[in-house]
């Protein structure tokens, strides 16, 4: 049993708590263990706490209180280059002066690995993100995505079990950066190497991981996979911070089994899924996707049907962003897909727009 426990809990913190200055927790209670060979990204907003946790693993920060556990052993004092951890970063971090073959080689070097068995690996390595061609040249020769890809390289070529990611492809261009992730979540598929990755980009995020914390005010407010988090958040941050998302605001009048009747601030009435609510007369946030929302809907049909006043619409290629005054909220977003059948709406025309309750999930207040 105790193999297999180790591999549910390849990484571990335990209560850690991390404060600069004695007084402030910028990372409170930290209770996350990350399996053998998961992509685990933490995901928040700026300040959130998430990269303080990067750090704290990889051993450039040290944990106020609580412990970091790396394969069942605690590393709290193990120095940052005897942990055995891969990372990357946003800036490359590559040695100016040397080749790309030399920045490959030297963490090998230091390992004390003889010159033939490295030259194997830093080839390898190189192969792996498709830069076999460039082992003579320096970073200053190459683009920054050639950069980050070198960087990808050198985190993998003595083959840790473990590599640590902070905020990798912020530097790049949109289309490069999709590109990026892709082959990274490739490599790490074909490798099975445990990856701990940092963002602020959602989409990001969704893309690549196994599994997403979402950060805020050092704490994780929804550890789940990345459709869990898009289509069951269990508060109102979550659902916030993934994703597009309707937020109306109101009281809880009435809780019947799994849903609840909210009355709005502006009188509607909504029926919806009861989440996260402190009971009858509690206020709360309903959160409610774009493209749940029905456009034409018949009343009966679904469990919330109103009628709204089209204010904007915005053309995106394969849907259209429509922008409704409805339930006494002037932004509220309804995607409709681009099909050629599809009746053109205009701006100021009135629209019966319904959603079942199920798709709608009582928040706690935000």
């Known amino acids: 049993m105790q193999g297999n426990s180790l591999d549910t809990d390849f990484v571990k913190f335990d209560r850690v708590q991390k404060s600069y200055d004695g007084e402030t927790l910028v990372v409170k209670d930290l209770n996350l263990d990350i399996a053998k060979g998961e992509f685990m990204t933490m995901l928040g907003p700026s300040g959130s706490g998430k990269t303080t946790c990067l750090m704290m693993l990889a051993g450039f920060e040290t944990a106020t209180f609580g412990d970091i556990l790396l394969g069942g052993k605690p590393i709290n004092n193990i120095p940052p280059h005897k942990r055995g951890i891969g990372m990357v970063f946003q800036n490359y971090a590559l040695f100016p002066h040397m080749t790309v073959g030399e920045n490959l080689s030297f963490p090998l070097e230091v390992r004390g690995m003889g010159k033939s068995e490295r030259e194997k690996k830093v080839m390898r390595a190189l192969d792996m993100v498709q830069m076999g061609d460039f082992a003579g040249r320096r970073p200053a020769q190459l683009s920054g995505g050639q950069q980050q890809r070198i960087a990808l390289a050198r985190a993998l070529v003595f083959e840790p079990e473990l590599v640590l990611m902070d905020e990798p492809l912020g530097a790049l261009d949109k289309n490069l950066r999709e590109r990026m992730q892709y082959e990274i979540k490739h490599i790490h598929e074909s490798l099975g190497v445990t990856v701990v990755y940092v963002t602020h980009d959602q989409s990001e995020a969704l893309t690549m991981s196994d599994k997403v914390a979402v950060f805020d005010d050092g704490r994780i407010q929804q550890l789940a996979p990345p459709d869990s988090l898009y289509e069951r958040p269990e508060n109102a941050f979550v659902a916030a911070f993934i994703g597009e998302n309707n937020t109306l605001r109101g009281k809880v009048t009435s809780i019947e089994g799994d849903t ?9 009435q909504v029926t919806a899924l009861r989440v996260n609510v402190e009971g009858e007369n509690a206020r709360t946030t309903l959160s409610l996707r774009p493209e749940r929302v029905h456009v034409g809907a ?19 290629g394969d849907h259209i962003r429509v922008r409704v005054n409805l339930c006494g909220n002037d932004e509220f977003i309804v995607k409709v897909p681009n099909d050629s059948g599809e009746r053109r709406m205009k701006p100021g025309e009135r629209l019966h727009l319904g959603w079942s309750s199920e798709d709608c999930r009582a928040l706690d207040p935000s």
């Open 260 to 268: 609840c009747k909210v009355t709005l601030d502006d009188g509607s």
């Open 298 to 316: 018949e009343p009966g049909r679904y469990d919330n049907v109103f009628e709204g006043q089209v204010e904007e619409l915005i053309y995106l």
